[in-house]
T-cell receptor
Framework: QKEVEQNSGPLSVPEGAIASLNCTYSDRGSQSFFWYRQYSGKSPELIMFIYSNGDKEDGRFTAQLNKASQYVSLLIRDSQPSDSATYLCAVNNNDMRFGAGTRLTVKP | EAGVAQSPRYKIIEKRQSVAFWCNPISGHATLYWYQQILGQGPKLLIQFQNNGVVDDSQLPKDRFSAERLKGVDSTLKIQPAKLEDSAVYLC????????????FGPGTRLTVL
């Protein structure tokens, strides 16, 4: 079983729609959870982090965490073509473990 | 504030050769990480330093990979000898000691082993 699992996609949504990205993790002791965006040929850049159960909003992005279900998600509202990238979920319990990423395409 | 610096950006070598990568973290960041990202996969942590001490190197193939951070600032990752399967992007990241454990990535070094 992979430690951090993501649907590889590609996930395609029309411009202006909500994109929903999901991630599950196996280590129940994980303390912090991150979403990174990675454009093709570039390095990952942090979108947001979440530590507590519930929702955390930052602009068009909302992270949701459910530790009981070992599930974390990222919602992107009003998706733009510039949001087209691979989204990496990362989980930290003393060391950071990344998922393989979900490729998102936002079509104009 | 300057970001994480890495060099070289690209490197092509033949198998069994050696190669070294350099990283300079964000000023004041105590923790430095080296990751390997193979095409189509997420980054895999190779080694984590806090200041000049190793925190975690459990996934570092120590028979061929080595890393050092002598003065607690910049770091070097070496591969000797390289294998075909080492072809990947090597990412360096840093994070501050205090506050959220968010990591900031450098541009990476793309290694091709022929």
């Amino acid at each position: 079983q992979k430690e951090v699992e993501q649907n590889s996609g590609p996930l395609s949504v029309p411009e202006g729609a909500i994109a929903s990205l999901n991630c599950t993790y196996s280590d129940r002791g994980s303390q912090s959870f991150f979403w990174y965006r990675q454009y093709s040929g570039k390095s990952p850049e942090l979108i947001m982090f979440i530590y507590s159960n519930g929702d955390k909003e930052d602009g068009r992005f909302t992270a949701q965490l459910n530790k009981a279900s070992q599930y974390v998600s990222l919602l992107i509202r009003d998706s733009q073509p510039s949001d087209s990238a691979t989204y990496l979920c990362a989980v930290n319990n003393n060391d950071m473990r990344f998922g393989a990423g979900t490729r998102l395409t936002v079509k104009p | 504030e300057a970001g994480v610096a890495q060099s070289p950006r690209y490197k092509i070598i033949e198998k069994r050769q050696s190669v070294a990568f350099w990283c300079n973290p964000i000023s004041g960041h105590a923790t430095l990480y080296w990751y390997q990202q193979i095409l189509g996969q997420g980054p895999k942590l190779l080694i984590q330093f806090q200041n000049n001490g190793v925190v975690d190197d459990s996934q570092l193939p120590k028979d061929r990979f080595s890393a050092e951070r002598l003065k607690g600032v910049d770091s070097t990752l070496k591969i000797q000898p390289a294998k075909l399967e080492d072809s990947a992007v090597y990412l360096c990241a840093s994070s501050p000691l205090a506050g959220p454990d968010t990591q900031y990535f450098g541009p990476g070094t793309r290694l091709t082993v022929l």
